[in-house]
């Protein structure tokens, strides 16, 4: 990047040092945000955004972890160019249950989500600009918006309370008055999303940290975390008997470390469920795994929307692995035959075997569906439903082996 561009896009403010960043405020109020982040630079070109993207690394935290500069690129140069058309959009749906990131962000820190969403509009030029956001956080959202005049242009929408709600296609259905559930793209939304102009949409934490990198700039961003995973993330942790709580951690932390830091014994885990619901548990031998892409590769799992949730181990993970399967098969957009077939059917078979059906072919009944319904579906929901179950399968081996001998004592609860 040239030094002109570093001027434009990264004033002399004080950076927050550690790894307090989007959450370095001590209010939620705009005088504050101010005083703490300095005020928010004047809008950089695309080109200049995408190169400070680019070498801050910086990948996408609503779950699937798509650098963030790749979705900027992957808006069509003629549209960029045009600066009249593109459609933002700040996702902040939050279906996953176990989540509660987003939320936090935008009750304490919701000036860099605004901040975010006009750094992107400007470097695009955009048409529209939305966020879009659960009924809990409208009240504290609204109140932000009302504090400043650069925000009025941003329409503020309620996401839908289902699981797949924030399913960028869900998302873009939902502001454009249909129902918010995915649908089968075969263009993708850069290139023709809301009102088929192009759409870019990320997830509010991946905003905020857009309005740091564009205040402090890529290598003040990379400062903290690992190589493979710059930069800070929030967390959601809990465990039984813990409530969940929203953490800042740097990138790559090792997942025993911020368990620890919440207050949960370890040593009383059977495992760790690393994603949320379409995520995969991480056994207890193995808590001392940082949390990132490389390390988690080898268990099938990733960071994905920053959740952690311990399973005590006296709960039986079987009869969990149930219940979570069953809620994430009521939860399909019923409109195609992977969802709306497979899942129950999975789901029933994995409740069989939590309940004492002790068939000997249940498991691989449970990993027969699982094959039929990954890769068939118009989104990820089935994928990653399949990937939950089989994890489940996998790392408590022992306990299917329990419930098929009817040997199982754990609390089934």
Same mark, same amino acid.
């Given at each position: 990047?040239?030094?002109?561009?570093?001027?434009?896009?990264?004033? =002399?403010?004080?950076?927050?040092?550690?790894?307090?960043?989007?959450? +370095?405020?001590?209010?939620?109020?705009?005088?504050?945000?101010?005083?703490?982040?300095?005020?928010?630079?004047? $809008?950089?070109?695309?080109?200049?955004?995408?190169?400070?993207? %680019?070498?801050?690394?910086?990948?996408?935290?609503?779950?699937?972890?798509?650098?963030?500069?790749?979705?900027? =690129?992957?808006?069509?140069?003629?549209?960029?160019?045009?600066?009249?058309?593109? @459609?933002?959009?700040?996702?902040?749906?939050?279906?996953?249950?176990?989540?509660?990131?987003? +939320?936090?962000?935008?009750?304490?820190?919701?000036?860099?989500?605004?901040?975010?969403?006009?750094? @992107?509009?400007?470097?695009?030029?955009? $048409?529209? &600009?939305?966020?879009?956001?659960?009924?809990?956080?409208?009240?504290?959202?609204? %109140?932000?918006?009302?504090?400043?005049?650069?925000?009025?242009? #941003?329409?503020?929408?309620?996401?839908?309370?289902?699981? #797949?709600?924030?399913?960028?296609?869900?998302?873009?259905?939902?502001?454009?008055?249909?129902?918010?559930?995915?649908?089968?793209?075969?263009? %993708?939304?850069?290139?023709?999303?809301?009102?088929?102009?192009?759409?870019?949409?990320?997830?509010?934490?991946?905003?905020?940290?857009? +309005?740091?990198?564009?205040?402090?700039?890529? +290598?003040?961003?990379?400062?903290?975390?690992?190589?493979?995973?710059?930069?800070?993330?929030?967390?959601?942790?809990?465990?039984?008997?813990?409530?969940?709580?929203?953490?800042?951690?740097?990138?790559?932390?090792?997942?025993? /470390?911020?368990?620890?830091?919440?207050?949960?014994?370890?040593?009383?885990?059977?495992? &760790?469920? @690393?994603?949320?619901? $379409?995520?995969?548990?991480?056994?207890?031998?193995?808590?001392?795994?940082?949390?990132?892409?490389? /390390?988690?590769?080898?268990?099938?799992?990733?960071?994905?929307?920053?959740?952690?949730?311990?399973?005590?181990?006296?709960?039986?993970?079987?009869?969990?692995?149930?219940?979570?399967?069953?809620?994430?098969?009521?939860?399909?957009?019923?409109?195609?035959?992977?969802?709306?077939?497979?899942?129950?059917?999975?789901?029933?078979?994995?409740?069989?075997?939590?309940?004492?059906?002790?068939?000997?072919?249940?498991?691989?009944?449970?990993?027969?569906?699982?094959? #039929?319904?990954?890769?068939?579906?118009?989104?990820?929901?089935?994928?990653?439903?399949?990937?939950?179950?089989?994890?489940?399968?996998?790392?408590?081996?022992?306990?299917?082996?329990?419930?098929?001998?009817?040997?199982?004592?754990?609390? $089934?609860?």
């Amino acid at each position: 990047m040239s030094s002109a561009a570093d001027a434009r896009l990264f004033p =002399a403010v004080q950076a927050p040092v550690g790894t307090a960043r989007l959450m +370095a405020a001590r209010a939620a109020d705009y005088a504050t945000h101010q005083s703490t982040f300095g005020p928010l630079p004047a $809008h950089a070109d695309s080109a200049a955004l995408l190169a400070a993207l %680019r070498d801050s690394g910086l990948e996408g935290r609503g779950g699937a972890g798509f650098p963030a500069w790749r979705k900027l =690129a992957a808006v069509p140069a003629r549209e960029r160019a045009r600066r009249r058309r593109v @459609v933002v959009i700040g996702n902040a749906a939050e279906g996953e249950p176990l989540s509660q990131k987003d +939320a936090t962000l935008l009750l304490l820190s919701p000036h860099l989500v605004i901040d975010g969403l006009l750094t @992107v509009a400007g470097a695009l030029g955009a $048409h529209s &600009v939305y966020l879009y956001a659960q009924a809990s956080v409208l009240e504290s959202a609204t %109140r932000a918006f009302a504090e400043r005049a650069d925000a009025s242009a #941003i329409e503020l929408r309620e996401a839908a309370d289902t699981f #797949i709600s924030g399913e960028a296609s869900a998302v873009v259905n939902a502001l454009a008055g249909k129902a918010p559930i995915p649908h089968d793209r075969t263009v %993708r939304l850069t290139e023709s999303g809301l009102g088929g102009r192009p759409t870019l949409l990320h997830n509010v934490e991946t905003l905020a940290h857009i +309005a740091l990198i564009a205040r402090f700039g890529a +290598a003040w961003f990379r400062s903290v975390g690992t190589k493979g995973d710059p930069g800070t993330r929030l967390v959601t942790v809990g465990s039984d008997g813990h409530p969940s709580r929203v953490l800042e951690v740097a990138g790559g932390s090792r997942i025993g /470390d911020v368990l620890r830091f919440t207050g949960v014994d370890i040593g009383s885990l059977s495992a &760790v469920l @690393v994603g949320g619901y $379409h995520g995969a548990w991480l056994p207890a031998y193995a808590l001392e795994a940082r949390l990132d892409r490389a /390390d988690l590769a080898g268990f099938g799992a990733n960071p994905g929307a920053g959740i952690l949730m311990g399973l005590g181990e006296r709960r039986c993970p079987i009869t969990v692995a149930a219940a979570v399967a069953s809620y994430l098969a009521g939860e399909t957009a019923g409109q195609c035959g992977p969802c709306v077939n497979g899942l129950p059917a999975m789901a029933a078979v994995l409740g069989r075997l939590a309940t004492g059906d002790r068939d000997t072919g249940l498991p691989g009944e449970v990993r027969r569906l699982a094959a #039929i319904v990954t890769g068939r579906g118009s989104c990820n929901h089935p994928d990653g439903t399949a990937r939950f179950v089989l994890s489940t399968l996998t790392v408590f081996a022992d306990d299917v082996t329990a419930h098929l001998n009817g040997r199982c004592r754990k609390d $089934h609860r």
